[in-house]
């Protein structure tokens, strides 16, 4: 089984669920669409905990 590395201390249980399943999918064409889907809501929370940031907003773990 794949290893899952996360640095950045993620918690997202439903962004967890669709890893889990990409992990399970052999469909080539949808384990790509479930990495996709992966990608680009790390990438959204990410760059807006950037945008809190730099403007000096705290979100916490449970808000976030």
Known sequence: RARIIDRGRHSDPAVDAKIEEALRTVD????????ETVLDRLVGT?????????????????EG
């Open 28 to 35: 080539d064409a949808k384990r790509e669409k479930l990495r």
């Open 46 to 62: 990410e760059v807006l905990a950037q945008e809190a940031d730099r403007r000096g907003i705290r979100i916490s773990d449970a």
